[in-house]
């Protein structure tokens, strides 16, 4: 059995079909999907597809999105924490964090704006009790400083997309963070990450997909295919245990222990999907 530990089940690409393709992955062993919020206006989508489904989700407001954020959207997922405090499907704040990589969240003042808001929702996760779902792209070295801001220790959650260097990883792991892989890994070319993946401790590790995004290899379109009338696969939870197979062949283990091992790091990264009546698949 799999967790995908970060799958955006309300995106626009899937419209209606995200139930069904919740079903088809199912079918695939994945076993639990989380569901990141990524604006206040999706919100509500996310909890109640994962309560339809019987996942899990987290409830934060995404860099990408903090240029279209209202002023008071932080109270607003401050009001939401509190209403869903109770749910245990409500297993951590996210996706939240900062990116360095989009050229106009680089520069002011949509670079201080993100950071006001990455701030003030590691103070809702902290004052919450709630783990973290972290974008870093780009912006490694600014998060790690972010959460030693906010509290030097005792964190819970998970790097997403993770591809950071070796000390970093370390950072990370001392924090009390997992890292999250998905398809990226599947290409060879991405040898640095494919290292990381491979020699990493596997009490480290979480699955993910985000999808519809970071397809794996198998699903990629070049722009020549593209241009000649190929459409681009979307990602999605259903090809997770294909992912997996590729991970635990570079590790050179069973695709069973890494299923095992990373559905236990899971638990721990995000203590409350282990609540019976989250974890048991029940609505």
């Not at 004052?127 to 030097?152: C, E, F, M, N």
């Not at 990629?220 to 245990?241: C, D, H, I, M, W």
């Not at 299923?259 to 009546?277: E, F, H, S, V, Y």
Request: with cysteine; net charge negative; glycine share 8%.
């Amino acid at each position: 059995m799999f967790i995908d530990t970060h799958c955006h089940l309300d995106a626009p690409e899937f419209g209606l079909s995200g139930p069904s393709v919740r079903a088809e992955a199912a079918r695939h062993q994945v076993l639990k999907c989380v569901l990141p919020a990524v604006e206040v206006a999706n919100f509500e989508a996310v909890r109640m597809l994962a309560h339809s489904g019987g996942d899990a989700y987290a409830l934060g407001i995404h860099p990408l999105y903090v240029k279209t954020a209202q002023d008071d959207d932080l109270d607003r997922l401050g009001e939401a924490l509190q209403q869903h405090r109770d749910d245990p499907r409500l297993v951590a704040v996210g996706e939240i964090g900062l990116d360095l990589f989009v050229p106009e969240l680089c520069v002011s003042p949509l670079r201080e704006r993100q950071q006001l808001f990455f701030m003030a929702q590691l103070e809702l996760a902290r004052q919450h009790d709630l783990p973290v779902i972290l974008h870093t792209r780009r912006s490694v070295d600014q998060v790690l400083k972010g959460l030693r801001t906010v509290a030097r220790s005792g964190w819970h959650g998970i790097a997403h997309a993770f591809n950071g260097s070796a000390q970093q990883t370390k950072n990370f792991i001392d924090l009390g963070f997992k890292l999250g892989f998905g398809g990226a890994l599947t290409y060879d070319r991405a040898l640095q990450l494919r290292r990381l993946a491979t020699h990493l401790p596997l009490d480290a590790i979480v699955l993910e997909t985000d999808a519809p995004d970071m397809p794996p290899h198998w699903l990629y379109k070049t722009a020549q295919q593209r241009e000649a009338g190929e459409v681009q696969g979307f990602n999605s939870p259903a090809e997770l245990p294909r992912i997996a197979a590729v991970l635990a062949e570079l590790r050179g283990i069973s695709l069973d222990a890494l299923a095992n091992a990373t559905t236990r790091n899971a638990l721990a990264a995000l203590p409350k999907l282990a609540r019976a009546q989250c974890f048991t698949g029940r609505p």
